[in-house]
């Protein structure tokens, strides 16, 4: 057996030599490319049979790098979502029995689109589905963290909801002059805003609700995880057209 592994490796090296370095240097090129694709084929079939790559054009929506699409089931895992507190931003009626909590971020141009369809959702579904608002701003938009503090100022008055809605059609200007603009047109106690805000006083708070996003899952924005009657979890990412969110909330109600 060791003979003819010798004379097999003879032979090569007679072939070898019929070449020039530089002819066997760019074919160990070609040949390192072709392996690293055959490699790389095969990875990515693995990652569709599973739904890894749907997955993960999911979660790109808020980068603009593709759309986002349905993640109509639970792909990730199970989802660690910390319970809804009374005190949160609650839209709709605090007892309904479906939950949407969704994670969002006031500079994301997906949020701002999803906006609206989380809005019709709660003029289709009055009283049997609430809408929680958690903060999750992401670190390569600039606003996204003082604009979630301002709202939350704002909340401190009795004004969130109104203060969102504002944000997400006006996302072109944000900034601390529209904050203040903003505070103004809702009436609010501006002293006790711009205290508020420039003291950071719910900077904690918004990186707690961050937290809670990365223990669920979420990977990117907006991400929604629709909450069933008996502790079902249905996460949706991305900007979903109502159709899509609305199939889902009809599995809970009629």
Not at 85 to 111: M, W
Not at 161 to 186: C, H, I, P, R
């Amino acid at each position: 057996m060791e003979q003819g592994d010798m004379k097999q490796t003879g032979s090569m090296g007679g072939a070898l030599a019929a070449f020039s370095p530089i002819q066997i240097f760019v074919g160990g090129i070609v040949g390192g490319i072709l392996v690293l694709c055959t490699l790389g084929f095969f990875i990515l079939l693995g990652m569709v049979l599973k739904g890894g790559v749907g997955n993960a054009l999911a979660y790109n929506g808020n980068t603009g790098n593709t759309a986002p699409v349905v993640t109509g089931d639970n792909t990730q895992g199970p989802i660690n979502l910390a319970p809804v507190q009374n005190d949160e931003h609650i839209r709709g009626d605090k007892n309904a029995t479906v939950t949407l909590v969704e994670y969002s971020d006031f500079e994301c141009p997906f949020c701002g689109s999803f906006h609206p369809t989380m809005q019709q959702v709660m003029d289709k579904f009055p009283g049997k589905v609430r809408w929680v608002y958690r903060h999750y701003p992401l670190s390569f938009h600039p606003q996204a963290q003082p604009s979630a503090e301002a709202s939350e100022c704002a909340s401190e008055q009795g004004k969130f909801w109104e203060f969102v809605d504002v944000m997400f059609n006006n996302q072109e200007k944000l900034g601390d002059a529209f904050y203040k603009e903003t505070a103004a047109s809702l009436k609010l106690n501006m002293s006790k805003f711009n205290d508020c805000v420039s003291t950071h006083k719910y900077q904690q708070k918004v990186l707690d609700l961050q937290a809670t996003g990365d223990q669920a899952g979420v990977q990117g924005t907006p991400h929604t995880i629709v909450v069933g009657p008996n502790g079902e979890l249905v996460p949706i990412s991305g900007a979903q057209p109502y159709s899509a969110v609305e199939s889902i909330i009809k599995q809970f109600v009629n």
